[in-house]
């Protein structure tokens, strides 16, 4: 199959708050990253982790990755 | 009282600045927002990944709006427990160990009002996250399939199924009080999780816990739970709360020492 075929046949119209919701999780989890001084473990594995694991990465850097101090 | 709520303002700045507000109800709301679509789309999605035989055929059965519902509060129980106890397994022992404990604990505060303001916009928090989650699920369900639950009985399954959530996050907060974080991660998790497990075996005869609450809910979009084991298991998740609750507070004081200067 054509790669523009098979793009013209995702329902877009329903599936893009997902890829919104996505985004926004991977944005607010580079900004928080930036800003923060400590983290557990190097800061380019949860760059990685962010990166490439879809919605569990952010979560994980989120609950766990953070460190408050 | 007036030590509440600024008490509860500094909660809600916290988790403004942690990003909490933004990505617990997004984890819901995506959520929400993949279950329907999965079902709706499962013989596509079997075309295009399952690596299937030549020849071979599903008879999928028909899914209805209350069956998604279903499946989505079962994601919720898993996952949603789990990202739930991971957001506010902090919020005490976080404070104990940053040293942001000790600049309160000078200070004459009522713990009473500590714990309850922390309990409080954790509660909100949470219980409005899910709200928006099955909110989002609604509105894929409503455009994508035939038969779905009607705005009463949604409603009325929300507000218990709150109560299982207010349980959920009363004893994250609660164990936070009383250990330190990784150990109050676990021994939430692992009570609401075991406690899944023994309800799973021996439910049958043990109808008035919290666990059973989010069954019970469900029904609600159905033909409604038996009332009197529905109310039994409200009261005894309501009493386990409270109970919780003046834990808490009791072991917030006097772990108090414990902070680190």
């Known amino acids: 199959m054509q790669i523009e075929e098979m793009f013209a046949q995702v329902p877009w119209g329903l599936i893009w708050p997902i890829l919104l919701i996505e985004l926004i999780l991977k944005i607010v989890a580079f900004v928080d990253l930036s800003k923060r001084r400590a983290t557990n473990g190097p800061v380019i594995l949860w760059v990685f982790i962010i990166l490439l694991i879809n919605t569990i990465g952010p979560i994980l850097y989120f609950t766990v990755g953070r460190r408050n101090e | ?261």
């Open chain 2, 1 to 261: 009282m007036r030590q509440f709520w600024i008490f509860a303002r500094k909660e809600w700045k916290e988790q403004l600045r942690g990003f909490k507000i933004i990505w617990v109800p997004l984890v819901f709301i995506f959520f929400g927002a993949l279950e329907p679509l999965t079902y709706h789309f499962m013989p596509q999605i079997l075309d295009s990944v399952g690596n299937l035989p030549e020849g071979a055929e599903f008879q999928l059965p028909d899914m209805t709006g209350t069956d998604v519902i279903m499946s989505l509060t079962g994601q919720y129980q898993m996952i949603g427990t789990l990202v739930l106890v991971l957001a506010f397994m902090a919020t005490m022992s976080g404070e104990r160990k940053s040293g942001t404990g000790t600049l309160l604990y000078v200070r004459p505060i009522s713990y009473a009002s500590y714990f309850s303001s922390k309990w409080f916009t954790a509660a909100i928090l949470g219980i409005v996250s899910v709200w928006l989650g099955y909110g989002m699920s609604m509105t894929y369900i409503v455009q994508l399939y035939d038969v779905y639950p009607g705005a009463g009985e949604l409603i009325k399954f929300l507000l218990s199924y709150g109560v299982w959530v207010l349980f959920v996050i009363t004893l994250a907060v609660a164990a936070s009080a009383v250990l330190p974080t990784g150990g109050a991660a676990g021994a939430a998790l692992g009570v609401l999780f075991i406690g899944q497990i023994v309800d799973g075996m021996i439910g049958e005869y043990w109808t008035w816990t919290p666990w059973r609450l989010p069954e019970y809910s469900l029904l609600y979009l159905n033909a409604g739970p038996e009332s009197g084991e529905f109310w039994g298991a409200l009261a005894v998740t309501v009493l386990l709360i409270v109970l919780l609750a003046v834990i808490g507070t009791a072991m917030a004081g006097r772990n108090s020492s414990r902070a680190k200067v």
